[in-house]
């Protein structure tokens, strides 16, 4: 049986990972999955409810009732419950939240049958921060996407300011900062480049000559 392919896109926040694995998906034909995003809506959805981060069992029942559908209502949208959250999850305190319940083993283990169902014909594109590591350890192409914190921290900024929100880029550079250490130091699937990644430093790179490098390193295959 031939193996549906996955190209799986990691790295820490601001890398463009989000934006390459979008673009990368749509010049295949692939399918996309935002691991990132179902990280997210469980944080949201526990601050919302008030839950408490310590309830492990809790959060992990959480996460696995929700009815979640990506592009539902266009690209990059995204519904929990028949609720459009969309913008909701992108907000920086989603981002947040997604790294603290993503510190959690049995949230991992929840999430982990879900993000494998993404795998359809012809392919899929998986975006996060453990997908060549853990979730498709033998995916056919290994990506890890990285750029300077400081780099990282100038983007978020001009993306920011280019929607209209205020803010400021000395607490940009600490929370990514923070953000980084908390992925990365983490006992289960810490932000790390698989053994057989290809790494791409995008520090100095456009967003097209990024996604030009990896459908080059897809063509190989
Ligand atoms: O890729 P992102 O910025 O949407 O991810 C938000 C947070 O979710 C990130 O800081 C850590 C967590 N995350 C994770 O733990 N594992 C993934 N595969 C994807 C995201």
Do not use: W
Request: net charge negative; with cysteine.
């Amino acid at each position: 049986m031939v193996e549906i392919p996955v190209i799986t896109i990691d790295g820490p926040s601001g890398s463009g990972k989000g934006t390459v694995s979008q673009r990368v998906a749509e010049a295949l034909g692939y399918h996309l999955l935002d691991s990132g995003a179902l990280y997210r809506i469980l944080g949201c959805v526990a601050l919302r409810q008030g839950l408490d981060l310590n309830d492990h069992a809790l959060l992990a029942q959480t996460i696995q009732q929700l009815d979640i559908h990506f592009g539902d209502q266009g690209p990059g949208s995204v519904s929990v419950n028949g609720e459009d959250f969309s913008d909701i999850i992108r907000q920086e305190i989603g981002g947040d939240m997604a790294s603290r319940v993503g510190a959690i083993p049995a949230v991992r283990q929840a999430l982990l049958n879900r993000q494998l169902a993404f795998r359809k014909s012809p392919g899929l594109v998986a975006d996060g921060r453990d997908m060549g590591t853990v979730v498709f350890p033998r995916a056919t192409v290994k990506i890890y996407l990285t750029a300077s914190v400081e780099e990282r921290a100038k983007r978020r900024y001009n993306q920011l300011i280019a929607k209209g929100i205020g803010a400021i880029l000395p607490d940009l550079l600490r929370e990514l900062k923070d953000r980084d250490e908390r992925d990365s130091n983490r006992s289960v699937s810490p932000l790390k480049p698989a053994d057989d990644a290809h790494i791409l430093d995008s520090t100095n790179l456009s967003i097209d000559e990024v996604v030009t490098r990896v459908l080059n390193l897809a063509a190989d295959f």
